[in-house]
C-alpha cells in the first residue's frame, strides 16, 4: 500500500510537533524516518498509523483518505496495519502463542485457523517449537520477534516500526533488520521504519526522510543521501556512523579534516594524482576504506590537504567537479 501524506500539522499548545509535512511513501517497500529525540517522529507515526488526527492535512492510503474516518471506517482500516515498538508492548502474563493470537481472538477468527497462523507466525519469525514460552523467559530479541509475528497476525499491508532495535544490542538488532527486510519482501510490505540510528537506515532502508523539529529536512534514496548528505542534521547523523565504520582502517591518530567520498565512475580513476598535479596539494591521508550502502559500494577517504588552506580550498573544489563528495570538519582540526 502506498502512503501520501499532505501537509500535515499537529501542534501541542504552541509546541508544532509535527509541522506542514508532507511525503510520499512507496508501497513494497522500507521507509526509514530518522530524527533527534524530540522531532516528532512518533507523533508522525500516530498521525499516520490514524492513533491521532491531524490538526491539518491529509493522509492516504493508496487513493483512500483516511485521516477523517468514523469510528467504525477506522476499526476496519485499521487492520491494514501492523505496529512494533522499542518495549515490545507484549502481554507478560501470556505465553507467545497467546500474544500472537490475541489479535486474531478480538477479529473472532476461528480457533483452529488462530492456532494454525500462530504456528506459522512462530516459524516466519524463527522460534518454531518456543509457543509455550512465558514472555518473561525470553530474550530482547526473542521478545521482538513474538512482536513481529503478533503484527503480521491478521495479514497487514503496512508495518510500522517505532524505535524497533533501539533496546537491544547491535547483533540482535542486525538480525531483526534481516528479519524485517526478508517479511517484507514475502508479503509485500510497505514498512516504515522509525529511527534515530544511521545504522538502521544503513542496514535496513531503501528511501529515508529526515525529520528535524517537526519538518522533512532531506529525503531520497538511502544511496544518495549518504553519499551527498545536504542538511546539517544529516550530516550530523553520517559523521556519528562514519567514525564507527569497522571496513575504514586509520593509521593516524589525529588529523583528518576532509572526508572525500568515492562512487560510481569516480571509483575507476586516479582523481587523487590529477589534483595533485593541477593544483599542487598535498594530501595526507589519515584513514580510508569502503562503506556498503544498501548494496552500493562506496570508498571513503579522510585526509588533510595542504600545504596551504588556499591550496586545499582549490583542490576540494576540483575534487567536487570530478564527482567526489567531499565534507569539511568544521570542529577545529587538533
Ligand atoms: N501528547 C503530547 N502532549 C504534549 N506534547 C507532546 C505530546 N506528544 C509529544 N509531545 C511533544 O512533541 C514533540 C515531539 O515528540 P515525539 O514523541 O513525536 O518525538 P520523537 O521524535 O518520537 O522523540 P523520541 O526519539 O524521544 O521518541 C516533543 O517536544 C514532545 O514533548
Ligand atoms: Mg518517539
Known amino acids: 500500500m502506498e502512503i501520501r501524506l499532505r501537509n500535515l500539522r499537529r501542534n501541542y499548545g504552541s509546541l508544532h510537533a509535527v509541522d506542514d509535512v508532507s511525503l510520499d511513501i512507496p508501497s513494497n517497500t522500507v521507509y526509514g524516518i530518522i530524527g533527534k529525540s524530540g522531532a516528532g517522529k512518533s507523533t508522525l507515526v500516530r498521525l499516520v498509523s490514524m492513533l491521532e488526527k491531524p490538526d491539518n492535512g491529509e493522509v492516504y492510503y493508496d487513493d483512500k483518505r483516511v485521516d477523517n474516518l468514523s469510528k467504525k471506517e477506522l476499526i476496519e482500516e485499521r487492520r491494514h496495519i501492523g505496529m512494533i515498538f522499542q518495549n515490545f508492548n507484549l502481554f507478560s502474563s501470556r505465553s507467545a502463542a497467546d500474544n500472537i493470537a490475541y489479535p486474531m481472538e478480538i477479529c473472532h477468527m476461528d480457533k483452529d485457523h488462530i492456532r494454525k497462523r500462530t504456528e506459522e507466525l512462530l516459524s516466519l519469525v524463527g522460534l518454531e517449537g518456543r509457543g509455550k514460552a512465558p514472555i518473561s523467559t525470553l530474550s530482547g530479541g526473542q521478545k521482538q520477534r513474538v512482536a513481529i509475528a503478533r503484527a503480521l497476525a491478521i495479514n497487514p499491508s503496512i508495518l510500522f516500526c ?147 588552506e588556499e591550496t586545499a580550498l582549490k583542490a576540494a573544489a576540483l575534487l567536487r567537479k570530478m564527482g567526489v563528495v567531499i565534507e569539511e570538519e568544521k570542529k577545529e582540526a587538533e
Open 162 to 308: 517505532d524505535e524497533a532495535t533501539s533496546a537491544l544490542d547491535p547483533q540482535t538488532t542486525r538480525a531483526i533488520l534481516a528479519l524485517i527486510k526478508e517479511i517484507q519482501k514475502k508479503m509485500n510490505l510497505t514498512v516504515v521504519m522509525i529511527t534515530h540510528q544511521m545504522e538502521v537506515v544503513r542496514d535496513a532502508c531503501d528511501r529515508v526522510a529526515v525529520l528535524d523539529s517537526g519538518h522533512i529536512v532531506e529525503e531520497g534514496l538511502v544511496s544518495d543521501i549518504f553519499s551527498s548528505p545536504k542538511s546539517d542534521v544529516t550530516k550530523d547523523f553520517l559523521s556519528s556512523l562514519t567514525n564507527v565504520r569497522e571496513s575504514i582502517v586509520r593509521w593516524s591518530r589525529d588529523g583528518g579534516h576532509f572526508t572525500l567520498r568515492f562512487r560510481g565512475s569516480s571509483t575507476d580513476e586516479p582523481i587523487i594524482s590529477t589534483v595533485s598535479s593541477e593544483t599542487g596539494a598535498v594530501f595526507n591521508i589519515r584513514a580510508a576504506g569502503v562503506q556498503n550502502v544498501n548494496g552500493e559500494e562506496m570508498g571513503v577517504m579522510i585526509t588533510d590537504i595542504g600545504p596551504d
